[in-house]
């Protein structure tokens, strides 16, 4: 153990302190509830992944309470909590596997462009295996988020997860991108669809939940401004009908709104750390880095966005490639 550095913010200052003591979720000496928040994005989720895996390298993955993940972002959170975040984020470049787990030809034909149901069944038990038993045993709990179809709200699904059948079928709820993943997830007689349609970004909930203090990965550059439903996902939510899909149909006439609110609010919270919990930090990509589509396939790409991750996580929090501290600087 050695003495923890000063950061700017207070969510690093809690981190820097948790890691240099050596603490764990059954062995805390501060009082704080410190949250991790992982934004999915289809492909673009390769830059959280890649931080998710810089937290891992760092060794802080015990240093948060609880992680909460929307869509790809809950899988990634998954692999952190499970302690196999290296192992399972060279599945996003093996060659061949992106490209049978998206494929837009496949809409034509009326099948899921993206198929959840076989990257979480067939790539996380043969592929590139998770142990799943990890997951469900790690201190510290996963809570992947999603959207109720019926009310159009964001809903934890950490207590829905009993069993390793209940955990695959909450990720494939919380990516179950509208259309392009196929029809929505029924988990105890309640309909879900990805997280992105109510909350891409998953703060809000630990907030609610009593984090003190939370760690935003972000999928987008800073450079990149929040975008709007596309026409397509409103013509095809509208054509669905308000009475089979209310939720969805009420949520996406408010998404430009709701995603400029959240970026406006972690921008804010980022640089100006001063004031009273809860506290929010984002890591985001550089600027200038890809814009990587979320059905892209490429495996060099997605590769960048990895490495492109790692780096943007050790930067933001002062830790050089060798996991140590290093002078203090901007964000």
Known sequence: MHDAPVRAHPVLDVLAARRAEGSTPSRRSDPHRVALAVEGGGSRATYSSGMVLALEELGLAECFDAVYGSSAGALAGSWLVGAQAAHCCAGWYRPGLME???????????????????????????????????????????????????????????????????????????????????????????????????????????????????????????????????RLEKALVSRLGAVNVPGLVH???????????????????????????????????????????????????LRRGIETGQGALRLALQFDEDGRDVELRPA
Not at 278 to 294: C, H, K, M, Q, W
């Open 251 to 301: 949520v996406l006439g408010n998404r430009l709104e709701n995603r400029r609110g959240d970026d406006r609010r972690l921008a804010h919270a980022t640089a100006s750390p001063d004031g009273e919990p809860p506290y929010l930090f984002e890591v985001r990509p550089p600027s200038g880095a890809d814009t990587i589509n979320p059905l892209e396939t490429d495996p060099d790409v």
């Open 100 to 230: 049978r787990v998206t494929r837009p030809g496949r809409g034509l034909r009326g099948q899921p462009v993206v198929d959840v149901e076989y990257l979480i069944h067939t790539v996380g038990e043969d592929i590139v295996p998770l142990d799943w038993q990890m997951v469900l045993d790690a201190e510290v709990p996963l809570h992947p988020v999603a959207t109720d179809v019926e009310t159009g709200e964001a809903v934890d699904l950490h207590d829905t997860i009993v069993d390793k059948a209940s955990l695959q079928l909450a990720l494939r709820a919380s990516a179950a991108v509208p259309l392009l993943a196929g029809l929505p997830v029924e988990i105890d007689g309640r309909r879900y669809v990805d997280a992105a349609v109510a909350e891409p970004i998953p703060f809000r909930t630990a907030v609610h939940q009593g984090a003190t203090h939370v760690l935003v990965l972000r999928t987008r550059r800073a450079d990149q401004t929040a975008i709007d439903a596309t």
